[in-house]
């Protein structure tokens, strides 16, 4: 492409994405004081005063559309002129870049900028705070029958006499994009009983999107693709095309190259009984959790990366627009730098989207099984946690001998032909030994093509795969290229066994992941391999089984290994364990099949297909987000924090053999009894969750009010930061007492009283009693012991909390309230004795 023409493009972003405001002298960039080039970054500044949403909630016309529009016009000018004078304070001799202004969730900017000038920001007495961005991270077939949907969920009625599965509910997804041409995503009108309710169009004759179906389109995203299904769809580049290199043809659009987007929407919301063919084999019939919810689409990372500015401008956005439900399947690469984790300006967006109305569904990151690994922190937002289904891909090799070798790959089983090593077949004067026994290298390989070709090839998991080198695709290519008849990929006793997860292969293979299965299959190839040079008889043969067949045996859910756990941290440093439970809740994340994006950017060996199958919090965070779908269209009325809690207290904490729930440890295949921290309240129980019976309802006060009461923070702080001031009446007395479906003490020394709130909303007066499971070496009571509430009435209970013996780590218990209807709500207890 032109230079002039890639010079347009680039400025064309920027005036669609973000209003570009470029402040410089002149051409040269800043630079330091012994003439080296200060390098540029991006800095997200926040900036005193409410955000709109704020003001708008509290009267300012918010049906108004063009009074709205000239406050977004005032407080652009307003982040224009800061960033003005901060220029002219360093003498005008630097260049910088506003990204975006952002208004509704949060009041502040992102701007590209040298270090210099982020500290001049810094200290003007309008800027509350500024945060170098650190860039951001990408955190089915059977999971809705796991979940109950098909069967307990999806029949009930609604209140207008449908079936309850996401019709009239707007499911947010901030990722990488969508494809709008995938089935998962068509248009399907649903019959009406009044047919003149039926336009054609999926929205059923009424307005469904608050925004209007605003949507971008570009060279992969033709106009049309709103189609109804998807009801708005826009990207946002700025802080991307800023430090990252992007594909303007492929990446200025809502358009999904990735994947992962793609991935997150269909299971929150795409259609049901979408066929899954991958490879040419079937897989089942793919729905999502709310498969006739409408889809808003925010794109907001890329091939190349993400940042943290595009990812608050799709959330500012979003709630702008009052989607239901926003799924985050998206999370900081890092601990913000801000001096408490709730204060990052990303946590004070989802804040005031919280306090928009908007539910929020967070990934809680993979870094686990290591503590305090978690990565979304605030309690205002349901942060998942990831879970296997029960649901099993198993391959494997069959020797010559009859004995079988476990593995896994969706493959194609073969005949018995020749097993041979690669590193058997390599040239003795083969430059690099290690790839041509990975089978990267055909080139490598071809002393003994003839000795390869329809064969099944022995390759090598060692260095090259360790440090990202070697890759399962350029296997692939070599077979093809050498025609290997099939091949297997072993782990290395130099190396240790290796995790892997199920891929379709388009030539027949198999990984075996345990060394100790390998050293079966080496034992017997040594047995039949007699070396003599150019004259060595390979006598050993294998045949590869079926590997694309489900097996349903294991038992679910376990807590996936990968998971990111508890405790929560209340500063970036990790030092400080908060009084907040996380995760929340945990839910279907391992091995999941869903909608995929064929151009698969990053991930060749998926390129063309349609469907993926693929695992992390990332897929565990939109099964909670179509949930919490079909309660929103069940109960309208119910608002963020009643979704949250309905989704806590209602639970599972058992399997499906009705054993505690496992968890994997650090070892490959070892299993260890999961605690809260791991599972946060349980597995979705999603029907359940549609009848609660009782309710923990914190407001935005109530959020404002629990910032107010941490030690590290001063009122000051908290005003710049949210826009709210502490409150005078009735300050909580510690971060506990906010009224959450659980109680965290990160640190309880002697006695403490904590007070908590129920409301009935079930139709009908009932009794409640009060049962204990206490924490190891903490007492715990509370009154009242039983309780009677109406309908709508809410009840106070007093938790008291008491050291019986000091011991360091957290321990876990229980409350139980056991109502006359049925009902079963839980509270999860996480509490740290400490000596006093």
Same mark, same amino acid.
């Given at each position: 492409?032109?230079? #002039?023409?890639?010079?347009?493009? *680039?400025?064309?972003?920027?005036?669609?994405?973000?209003?570009?405001?470029?402040?410089?002298?002149?051409?040269?960039?800043?630079?330091?004081?012994?003439?080296?080039?200060?390098?540029?970054? $991006?800095?997200?500044?926040?900036?005193?005063?409410?955000?709109?949403?704020?003001?708008?909630?509290?009267?300012?016309?918010?049906?108004?559309?063009?009074?709205?529009?000239?406050?977004?016009?005032?407080?652009?000018?307003?982040?224009?002129?800061?960033?003005?004078?901060?220029?002219?304070?360093?003498?005008?001799?630097?260049?910088?870049?506003?990204?975006?202004?952002?208004?509704?969730?949060?009041?502040?900017?992102?701007?590209?900028?040298? =270090? !210099?000038?982020?500290?001049?920001?810094?200290?003007?007495?309008?800027?509350?705070?500024?945060?170098?961005?650190?860039? &951001?991270?990408?955190?089915?077939?059977?999971?809705?029958?796991?979940?109950?949907?098909? !069967?307990?969920?999806?029949?009930?009625?609604?209140?207008?006499?449908?079936?309850?599965?996401?019709?009239?509910?707007?499911?947010?997804?901030?990722?990488?994009? $969508?494809?709008?041409?995938?089935?998962?995503?068509?248009?399907?009108?649903?019959?009406?009983?009044?047919?003149?309710?039926?336009?054609?169009?999926?929205?059923?004759?009424?307005?469904?999107?608050?925004?209007?179906?605003?949507?971008?389109?570009?060279?992969?995203?033709?106009?049309?693709?709103?189609?109804?299904?998807?009801?708005?769809?826009?990207?946002?580049?700025?802080?991307?095309?800023?430090?990252?290199?992007?594909?303007?043809?492929?990446?200025?659009?809502?358009?999904?190259?990735?994947?992962? %987007?793609?991935?997150?929407?269909? *299971?929150?919301?795409?259609?049901?009984?979408?066929?899954?063919?991958?490879?040419?084999?079937?897989?089942?019939?793919?729905?999502?959790?709310?498969?006739?919810?409408?889809?808003?689409?925010?794109?907001?990372?890329?091939?190349?990366?993400?940042?943290?500015?595009?990812?608050?401008?799709?959330?500012?956005?979003?709630?702008?627009?009052?989607?239901?439900?926003?799924?985050?399947?998206?999370?900081?690469?890092?601990?913000?730098?801000?001096?408490?984790?709730?204060?990052?300006?990303?946590?004070?967006?989802?804040?005031?989207?919280?306090?928009?109305?908007?539910?929020?569904?967070?990934?809680?990151?993979?870094?686990?099984?290591?503590?305090?690994?978690?990565? !979304?922190?605030?309690?205002?937002?349901?942060?998942?946690?990831?879970?296997?289904?029960?649901?099993?891909?198993?391959?494997?090799?069959?020797?010559?001998?009859?004995?079988?070798?476990?593995?896994?790959?969706?493959?194609?089983? &073969?005949?018995?032909?020749?097993?041979?090593?690669?590193?058997?077949?390599?040239?003795?004067?083969?430059?690099?030994?290690? #790839?041509?026994?990975?089978?990267?290298?055909?080139?490598?390989?071809?002393?003994?093509?003839?000795?390869?070709?329809?064969?099944?090839?022995?390759?090598?998991?060692?260095?090259?795969?360790?440090?990202?080198?070697?890759?399962?695709?350029?296997?692939?290519?070599?077979?093809?290229?050498?025609?290997?008849?099939?091949?297997?990929?072993?782990?290395?006793?130099?190396?240790?066994?290796?995790?892997?997860?199920?891929?379709?292969?388009?030539?027949?293979?198999?990984?075996?992941?345990?060394?100790?299965?390998?050293?079966?299959?080496?034992?017997?190839?040594?047995?039949?391999?007699?070396?003599?040079?150019?004259?060595?008889?390979?006598?050993?043969?294998?045949?590869? &089984?079926? %590997?694309?067949?489900?097996?349903?045996?294991?038992?679910?859910?376990?807590? =996936?290994?990968?998971?990111?756990?508890?405790?929560?941290?209340?500063?970036?440093?990790?030092?400080?364990?908060?009084?907040?439970?996380?995760?929340?809740?945990?839910?279907?994340?391992?091995?999941? /099949? =869903?909608?995929?994006?064929?151009?698969?950017?990053?991930?060749?060996?998926?390129?063309?297909?349609?469907?993926?199958?693929?695992?992390?919090?990332?897929?565990?965070?939109?099964? $909670?987000?179509?949930?919490?779908?079909?309660?929103?269209?069940?109960?309208?009325?119910?608002?963020?924090?009643?979704?949250?809690?309905?989704?806590?207290?209602?639970?599972?904490?058992?399997?499906?053999?009705?054993?505690? $729930?496992?968890?994997?440890?650090?070892?490959?295949?070892?299993?260890?009894?999961?605690?809260?921290?791991?599972?946060?309240?349980?597995?979705?129980?999603?029907?359940?969750?549609?009848?609660?019976?009782?309710?923990?309802?914190?407001?935005?006060?109530?959020?404002?009010?629990?910032?107010?009461?941490?030690?590290?923070?001063?009122?000051?702080?908290?005003?710049?930061?949210?826009?709210?001031?502490?409150?005078?009446?009735?300050?909580?007395?510690?971060?506990?007492?906010?009224?959450?479906? !659980?109680?965290?003490?990160?640190?309880? #020394?002697?006695?403490?009283?904590?007070?908590?709130?129920?409301?009935?909303?079930?139709?009908?007066?009932?009794?409640?009693?009060?049962?204990?499971?206490?924490?190891?070496?903490?007492?715990?009571?509370?009154?009242?012991? /039983?309780?009677?509430?109406?309908?709508?009435?809410?009840?106070?209970?007093?938790?008291?909390?008491?050291?019986?013996?000091?011991?360091?780590?957290?321990?876990?218990?229980? *409350?139980?309230?056991?109502?006359?209807?049925?009902?079963?709500?839980?509270?999860?207890?996480?509490? #740290?004795?400490?000596? &006093?």
């Amino acid at each position: 492409m032109p230079s #002039r023409q890639r010079g347009f493009l *680039i400025c064309l972003l920027f005036a669609l994405a973000a209003v570009s405001v470029v402040l410089a002298a002149g051409e040269a960039r800043a630079r330091l004081a012994d003439g080296q080039e200060e390098k540029p970054s $991006i800095y997200l500044v926040s900036v005193h005063g409410e955000p709109l949403a704020a003001a708008f909630q509290q009267g300012v016309g918010r049906n108004a559309t063009w009074r709205y529009g000239a406050q977004k016009r005032r407080v652009a000018r307003s982040h224009d002129h800061l960033l003005r004078r901060a220029m002219d304070d360093g003498g005008g001799s630097c260049r910088c870049r506003k990204l975006y202004s952002f208004h509704h969730a949060v009041n502040g900017f992102a701007v590209h900028a040298t =270090a !210099s000038l982020a500290e001049r920001l810094r200290a003007s007495p309008e800027v509350a705070a500024v945060e170098e961005d650190a860039g &951001t991270r990408l955190m089915t077939t059977y999971t809705p029958r796991l979940l109950g949907l098909p !069967s307990g969920v999806w029949p009930r009625r609604d209140r207008g006499g449908g079936g309850v599965d996401g019709e009239g509910v707007v499911v947010g997804v901030v990722d990488s994009g $969508i494809d709008p041409a995938h089935p998962s995503f068509a248009c399907v009108p649903r019959a009406r009983a009044d047919p003149a309710d039926d336009d054609g169009d999926c929205t059923g004759g009424r307005t469904l999107f608050a925004a209007g179906g605003v949507c971008s389109v570009g060279s992969m995203f033709p106009p049309g693709s709103c189609n109804g299904k998807i009801v708005a769809a826009r990207y946002f580049a700025g802080g991307a095309a800023a430090v990252l290199p992007l594909d303007p043809l492929r990446d200025l659009s809502p358009f999904d190259a990735d994947g992962h %987007g793609s991935h997150v929407a269909s *299971i929150a919301a795409g259609n049901r009984g979408v066929p899954v063919v991958v490879g040419g084999a079937m897989y089942g019939f793919a729905s999502g959790m709310a498969p006739s919810a409408r889809l808003a689409v925010y794109k907001a990372v890329y091939p190349a990366g993400g940042t943290m500015a595009d990812l608050i401008a799709a959330i500012d956005q979003a709630t702008e627009d009052q989607v239901d439900v926003l799924v985050l399947s998206v999370g900081p690469d890092e601990r913000p730098t801000s001096k408490v984790t709730f204060l990052s300006m990303l946590d004070v967006a989802l804040l005031s989207a919280r306090r928009a109305g908007v539910f929020v569904a967070q990934a809680a990151g993979n870094r686990g099984p290591a503590e305090s690994s978690v990565v !979304s922190y605030s309690p205002w937002v349901t942060t998942v946690a990831a879970s296997t289904t029960g649901r099993s891909y198993r391959s494997g090799l069959v020797l010559g001998d009859g004995r079988h070798v476990p593995g896994l790959g969706l493959s194609a089983p &073969t005949l018995k032909y020749r097993l041979v090593a690669a590193k058997d077949a390599a040239a003795p004067d083969a430059r690099s030994m290690e #790839r041509a026994e990975e089978c990267q290298d055909p080139e490598a390989l071809r002393w003994r093509a003839g000795v390869l070709r329809g064969s099944i090839v022995v390759c090598s998991f060692s260095q090259g795969f360790f440090n990202g080198t070697s890759t399962v695709t350029a296997i692939l290519d070599v077979a093809e290229a050498l025609g290997f008849a099939g091949f297997v990929l072993v782990a290395s006793a130099h190396y240790g066994d290796f995790l892997a997860q199920p891929l379709p292969f388009r030539v027949p293979g198999v990984m075996v992941p345990r060394v100790a299965d390998a050293q079966v299959m080496w034992l017997y190839y040594a047995a039949h391999t007699f070396y003599a040079g150019s004259a060595t008889v390979f006598g050993a043969t294998a045949a590869v &089984t079926e %590997g694309r067949a489900a097996a349903f045996t294991d038992a679910a859910p376990v807590v =996936a290994r990968y998971s990111s756990r508890g405790p929560d941290v209340a500063d970036g440093g990790g030092s400080t364990p908060a009084d907040v439970l996380k995760p929340d809740i945990l839910a279907p994340g391992d091995q999941v /099949w =869903a909608a995929w994006s064929v151009v698969s950017a990053n991930q060749p060996i998926l390129a063309g297909d349609h469907f993926a199958m693929i695992s992390g919090t990332s897929m565990a965070a939109p099964h $909670i987000a179509g949930v919490a779908a079909l309660i929103r269209q069940r109960h309208p009325s119910w608002g963020p924090a009643t979704i949250a809690s309905a989704l806590s207290t209602t639970a599972w904490r058992h399997d499906v053999r009705k054993l505690p $729930i496992m968890a994997e440890g650090f070892e490959i295949g070892s299993l260890l009894p999961s605690t809260p921290f791991d599972r946060g309240a349980g597995f979705v129980n999603s029907a359940g969750a549609l009848d609660p019976g009782l309710i923990f309802t914190p407001e935005h006060g109530d959020y404002v009010s629990f910032l107010c009461s941490l030690p590290q923070l001063s009122p000051d702080d908290i005003r710049a930061a949210t826009g709210s001031a502490c409150p005078e009446a009735v300050p909580l007395a510690s971060p506990v007492d906010l009224n959450l479906p !659980s109680v965290t003490v990160a640190a309880l #020394r002697g006695s403490l009283s904590v007070r908590s709130k129920v409301t009935n909303v079930a139709s009908d007066v009932e009794t409640y009693l009060c049962s204990v499971l206490p924490p190891d070496g903490v007492d715990v009571t509370v009154r009242p012991r /039983w309780f009677e509430v109406a309908p709508g009435e809410t009840r106070e209970l007093v938790i008291g909390l008491r050291v019986t013996r000091a011991h360091g780590p957290f321990s876990f218990g229980e *409350i139980v309230l056991t109502g006359s209807l049925d009902h079963l709500v839980r509270l999860q207890l996480a509490v #740290r004795p400490l000596e &006093t």
